[in-house]
């Protein structure tokens, strides 16, 4: 289990005062490029190898709101040599605020399903 | 069945030439809010009543580009008198680039679950 | 002089209920990408050239509201062969709401200046 | 002088590779936010007083790509009891990526001119 940090600013709200719903699968995103390493990804993509997002399901529980420290908690398991899916959620202390799962390939530069690196 | 177009600009994209994943989830949501309507959503706000986002299930299958007009295909069906799910999909001409479903609710200024507004 | 409507969205307001101010810059480039065409900006953009914002400055007046459909009015003008000024303004029915100036070039691959495309 | 490092995301770059220029506004009021404080900033609100950014100049340098981590540097003034002014760049190692100002004013409920708090 992966935990990343992430600070609420108000770039993160709308209108409603809390964290708007799109946002927070970017949180997730920032947490899978920690989780499979910056180094890493910027290595694939000199080869033409980038992760993509297939899937997503999202339930969202509470809103985060400016000055929160959330934390994004991620798992993950290889379902194929082609596919992975992470298992994210947010936490505010000891509030659920978002949990959802996030399937993932790599694709070549013509949009074409290659194996999974090395995990 | 509601047809909302979407040009695609600098800001929607990201490194790898096509849209940024999490922003599919902003394009429906525009795309609802003109089903739903702004001058009823504005109404509504300033009863303390607002549209939540409850659960998304997305799956994302070609990415558009820059200078793409697509078109957000909406629908939707009323669960029971508090909740809304709306199936949306992008399409570029005759190609289908993501589709899902969104659960909406509405709540109060507590964020306790009110019944939806007259549909 | 060229006139782009905008309608806003939850996504453009943050916790204070008002645009978040960054996104005019959005707002200004959509506009831009409408005077410059977006076939052109992929025609170039295929000869590896693309425009550049090189400088920006912005005075913000009043903040534009979710259902608000405001208007980006861009003017320019030519300051050499390798930088155009456009002047902007985000206009709500006959208020101000927010205007500047983005000075923009065109580069290539490597980063370097290239004289503009004809205008 | 203040400091606060950034990792960049995929979120934050567009097709040219590097980050979209609007987001080094993000960029610049995460740190400011950090200057001010979180709990500050919160509390305020809590008063109906927000801060609000006034005017805004920016020179683009070079761009910042994916797994860079940059810092923000800042550092401001009090120009009046009414508005302070903050000079803001971003570097990454040795290298200027954008630099500029950022003038901030404090308003109430009614979007009116209130003194700055104790600074």
């Given at each position: ?37 910056a180094d890493r990804?910027v290595a694939l993509?000199?080869?033409n190898i980038g ?69």
């Amino acid at each position: 289990m992966h935990a990343h940090p992430i600070q609420i600013y108000y770039e993160d709200t709308d209108l409603s005062g809390v964290v708007y719903h799109a946002n927070y699968l970017k949180f997730f995103e920032r947490a899978r490029e920690h989780v499979i390493g910056a180094d890493r990804l910027v290595a694939l993509l000199a080869q033409n190898i980038g992760f993509v997002v297939h899937k997503v399901s999202l339930t969202f529980k509470e809103g985060a709101r400016l000055g929160d420290v959330i934390e994004i908690r991620s798992s993950w398991r290889l379902e194929s040599k082609y596919r992975v899916v992470f298992h994210q959620a947010a936490w505010k202390g000891a509030t659920l605020l978002a949990e959802g799962e996030v399937e993932m390939v790599t694709v070549d530069g013509e949009n074409r399903l290659v194996p999974l690196p090395e995990w």
